[in-house]
C-alpha cells in the first residue's frame, strides 16, 4: 500500500454554483438611486465605445440618454451609443465578468445588467450595433428566478430556463441600446415618481449644467480637462434635467487636492451669502468619479474619520456643518481610487485612504475660511454699532465696552500685522483667513478703519473713566489668590459659599462676587485663549445670572 498522494482531474463547473448565489449578489446592495446610477452609466460607456470604434468625438449635445415611462409601472433608460451584436449580448448576461476591466470606464464591475435583480419582474434589453444587420433582444424573467433561488438546485439549471435572446433583421446604420425595467416592485416605486425621478437625476447622474447658471460654461471647461469626465443631455420624459446650482453666488474657484506630487481630485466650489440663498439645491460638496456621485453630499466629512482608516491631522474634523456655506464638487481624477459596488463611497484600500485625506484637509481650509469669515463680519458690525453709538450719543455700558474694546484691538493688530516664513505655516487656518478677508474688506470700505480707531478711542473713555479694568484685574491677581490660599475641603468651601448669602452687607457681598467673576473670567480667558468672542460672551452670560440672583450691584 503506497502512502504517496496523486492528483485527481477534476474542476468547477457553472453545476457547482448553488442559485442563491444569485440572489446574494444584489441583495442588499441597490438602492433606487444606485440602481439607475448602474443602468445610465453602462450607457454612458456605449458612448466611449461608440468614438473608439468610429474615432469620432460626438457633441455633448449628441450624447443624449433618455429615460421614460413605457408604462404605469415599466421605466425604460435608452442610448445611441455603439449598441451590441450578438456575441456583446452574450457577454453583457454573464454575471460579475466585464470587458470594461482594465479600461477607463464607470462601469467595470460586470454587475450591471443584473443591478435590477430584485426591482423588477423581467428585464428586457433591445439593441442594435453599428454596422451589424440585426437587432436582438435579451429576456430575463427576474420575478421567476427570485421564487426559484430557494430551491436546491444550481444556478445554471435556475438560469437557463429563465432567459432567451432573440434578434430580428434591422438597418447597420442603427446603433443603441434600450433596457426596460418591467412592473417595478414597491421598494422601487420612488422611480415611478416624476418629481423623485428627476431629482435624482439632477444630484447623481452625469447630467449637463443648468445653462442659465450663470458659472456653467467656466466650470464645464475646467471639468472637460479631466481625463474620462463625461457629461451627457440627460432626459426623463422628453425633457432635459440638468444640475441645479443658486444664482446669488460668487465667482467660483478651483482647487487641487494633491499631496507628496500625487493627484487624487479635482474641486470646483462656489461660496453663497447665507446657506438661505440655496432653497431646494442641496448645498455642501458632492463627491464625484466620472462625474457619477458617490454617497451623499459632505461625503467623508464626518468628525471622526478613523473608522475609515484615516490618521493624523485629519482624523478629527469639528465644525463639519459649515460646509453647507459652499456648494460643488469634488471629481476623483486618480484612476485607481475607485467606489464601492452600490457607490455608496470609496473602496477603502491604501490610496483611497490618502483621498479621504486629502478631502478633510481641504474640508479643514473651508471650514476655517467660513469661520473667519463670520468673525469679520461680526466685526464689522460691532464697529457699526459703536459708530452708531458716538453719533447718537447714547450711553454705554462699561461691561460692553470693554468686550467690544478687547475685539476692536484685536482685529486693528490683526490687520497691521504681517504673517511670514515660518509663523505663516504654522499660523491658525482661522486667524490667516480672517488676516485676507479683513484687508479686503477695508480695501473695498475704505473708512471702516477709521471708524474702528474713533471706536476704540471711545470704548478707552468708558473703560478709563469706569476703573472697571482695574479692579478685574487685581481682583483676578490678587482676590483670586487670596480665595485659593483658603483651601480647605470641598465641604468647607461650600460653607464658606453658603456663608456669602447670609452675612455681610450688599456692598461687600458685592465685592466678593465682583471678585469671584473676575476669576472666572481670567480661568476662560487663559482656557479660550485667542477665541475673544466666545470668551466675552461666556463672561457676559455669567455676569447676567450673577446679577439675577441678586450677587452683583447693579449701576
Not at 440602481?35 to 474615432?55: C, I, P, S, W
Not at 416605486?189 to 418629481?195: C, M, Q, S, T, V
Not at 464697529?383 to 476692536?408: C, H, M, N
Amino acid at each position: 500500500m503506497s502512502n504517496q498522494w496523486k492528483d485527481v482531474k477534476d474542476q468547477f463547473t457553472i453545476e457547482d454554483i448553488g442559485a442563491p448565489l444569485l440572489a446574494n449578489l444584489a441583495k442588499g446592495i441597490y438602492t433606487p438611486e444606485a440602481m439607475l446610477r448602474e443602468y445610465v452609466q453602462n450607457a454612458g460607456d456605449a458612448y466611449f465605445e461608440l468614438e473608439d470604434k468610429t474615432h469620432k468625438k460626438h457633441r455633448s449635445e449628441e450624447k443624449a440618454i433618455d429615460i421614460y415611462y413605457a408604462d404605469e409601472r415599466t421605466i425604460a433608460i435608452q442610448d445611441d451609443g455603439i449598441g451590441m451584436d450578438l456575441e456583446d449580448v452574450k457577454h453583457y448576461k454573464r454575471i460579475a465578468l466585464s470587458s470594461k476591466i482594465g479600461k477607463d470606464r464607470a462601469g467595470f464591475r460586470g454587475i450591471g445588467i443584473w443591478a435590477g435583480f430584485s426591482a423588477c419582474d423581467e428585464l428586457y434589453v433591445e439593441t442594435s450595433k453599428i454596422n451589424d444587420p440585426h437587432r436582438y433582444r435579451l429576456t430575463l424573467n427576474f420575478a421567476e428566478m427570485r421564487n426559484s433561488v430557494s430551491q436546491n438546485i444550481n444556478i445554471k439549471e435556475l438560469l437557463d430556463k429563465r432567459f432567451k435572446i432573440q434578434k430580428s433583421d434591422a438597418s447597420k446604420a442603427e446603433h443603441y441600446t434600450q433596457v426596460r425595467l418591467v412592473n417595478l416592485n414597491e421598494e422601487f416605486a420612488d422611480l415611478l415618481k416624476p418629481e423623485e425621478l428627476e431629482r435624482i437625476v439632477s444630484e447623481i447622474l452625469p447630467c449637463r449644467f443648468n445653462p442659465e447658471f450663470k458659472h456653467a460654461d467656466t466650470i464645464s471647461k475646467r471639468l472637460m480637462q479631466i481625463d474620462g469626465y463625461q457629461e451627457f443631455a440627460i432626459k426623463v420624459n422628453q425633457t432635459e434635467i440638468f444640475k441645479k446650482y443658486p444664482q446669488n453666488v460668487e465667482e467660483p474657484q478651483f482647487d487641487i487636492l494633491k499631496n507628496d506630487d500625487e493627484e487624487y481630485g479635482f474641486v470646483w466650489y462656489c461660496r453663497s451669502p447665507s446657506t438661505s440663498s440655496f432653497g431646494t439645491t442641496p448645498s455642501n460638496f458632492r463627491l464625484r468619479v466620472k462625474n457619477i456621485a458617490v454617497g451623499s453630499p459632505g461625503m467623508y466629512s464626518a468628525e471622526d474619520a478613523r473608522h475609515w482608516g484615516v490618521s493624523g491631522a485629519q482624523s478629527v474634523l469639528a465644525s463639519g456643518e459649515l460646509l453647507d456655506w459652499y456648494f460643488g464638487e469634488i471629481h476623483i481624477t486618480h484612476s485607481d481610487v475607485r467606489p464601492n459596488t452600490p457607490r455608496s463611497e470609496l473602496e477603502l484600500d491604501s490610496l483611497s485612504r490618502k483621498a479621504i485625506g486629502e478631502i478633510r484637509r481641504f474640508y479643514a481650509e473651508r471650514i476655517a475660511f467660513r469661520r473667519a469669515n463670520s468673525n469679520v463680519n461680526s466685526h464689522r458690525s460691532q464697529i457699526l454699532e459703536v459708530t452708531k453709538a458716538i453719533e447718537s450719543k447714547e450711553t454705554y455700558d462699561p461691561q460692553s465696552a470693554l468686550k467690544r474694546l478687547k475685539g476692536l484691538k484685536k482685529y486693528e493688530s490683526l490687520s497691521k500685522s504681517r504673517s511670514q516664513g515660518k509663523d505663516a505655516a504654522n499660523q491658525d487656518k482661522t486667524q490667516k483667513y480672517e488676516r485676507v478677508i479683513l484687508r479686503t474688506l477695508e480695501a473695498k470700505e475704505t473708512e471702516l478703519s477709521q471708524k474702528r480707531q474713533k471706536a476704540i478711542e471711545f470704548l478707552e473713555g468708558i473703560a478709563a473713566t469706569s476703573g472697571t479694568r482695574t479692579n478685574r484685574k487685581k481682583a483676578g491677581s490678587d482676590g483670586g489668590q487670596e480665595l485659593r490660599k483658603n483651601g480647605g475641603t470641598a465641604k468647607q468651601k461650600k460653607e464658606e459659599t453658603l456663608d456669602l448669602f447670609s452675612t455681610g452687607t450688599a456692598t461687600s457681598r458685592s465685592d466678593d462676587f465682583d471678585q469671584l467673576l473676575a476669576e472666572i473670567c481670567q480661568v476662560l480667558e487663559k482656557r479660550l485663549q485667542d477665541q475673544d468672542e466666545l470668551c466675552s460672551d461666556l463672561c457676559e452670560s455669567i455676569e447676567d445670572i450673577f446679577k439675577e440672583h441678586g450677587l452683583l450691584v447693579t449701576a
